[in-house]
């Protein structure tokens, strides 16, 4: 059984030829979602996946197998609820809500996509939108620092933090570690701009 244990970064350009003789490998999203699975290419190969973890495929992403054999991605159909509204503002609420509650969702022009639940339904009907169950792929956005939603009991999640740190600093023009004591107050050389330090 071969093995896919790498992912070609986006920005990396493949020739079209080479992609388009690469084998597919079709998952929903919550398989794109895994870094290690027994799947099968749609020629009906198994494969294993082994990818780093916190991996999210995309449909259209290449693997590279142990051989060297390259492996396209691509997303399969699945039952999702698409979302619209009569107005941006209502399918903006929506997506707040959706977003309040950790919800994936794909974003696209005048309309929301997310995995079919029922709550989730009834929840954007009372929001005022126009709910659909459709079978279709799902291309949720990825989180905001580039990986997927993690809570503070993630391994990853001090590098997540840190990188949100580094952000914040740069948009409010200061940057610097908590590791260290210093005093805030009158003698507090640099600007909070009525936020707290924790």
Do not use: W
């Amino acid at each position: 059984m071969r093995t896919l244990d790498k992912r070609i970064a986006p920005n990396v350009k493949l020739a079209a030829s080479l992609v388009a003789r690469a084998p597919t490998l079709t998952l929903a999203y919550d398989a794109r979602c895994k870094s290690r699975l027994a799947a099968t290419l749609d020629t009906g190969e198994d494969v294993a996946v082994l990818l780093p973890r916190g991996t999210v495929l995309r449909d259209g992403d290449v693997l590279v197998a142990d051989d060297g054999a390259l492996v396209r991605v691509a997303a399969a159909p699945e039952t999702v609820l698409l979302v619209c509204a009569a107005d941006p503002l209502t399918l903006m609420r929506a997506a707040y809500h959706l977003g309040n509650r950790h919800t994936p969702v794909e974003i696209g022009d005048g309309y929301l996509k997310l995995e079919a639940d029922p709550v989730l339904a009834d929840m954007l009907r009372r929001l005022g939108t126009r709910v659909e169950e459709a079978r279709a792929p799902f291309q949720p956005e990825a989180g905001a620092y580039g990986g997927g939603h993690k809570h503070g009991h993630d391994a990853t999640f001090a590098e997540d933090y840190a990188l949100a740190q580094q952000v914040f600093g740069e948009h409010h023009g200061h940057s610097h570690s908590h590791d260290h004591d210093h005093q805030h107050g009158p003698g507090c050389t640099h600007g909070h701009h009525g936020h707290d330090h924790h």
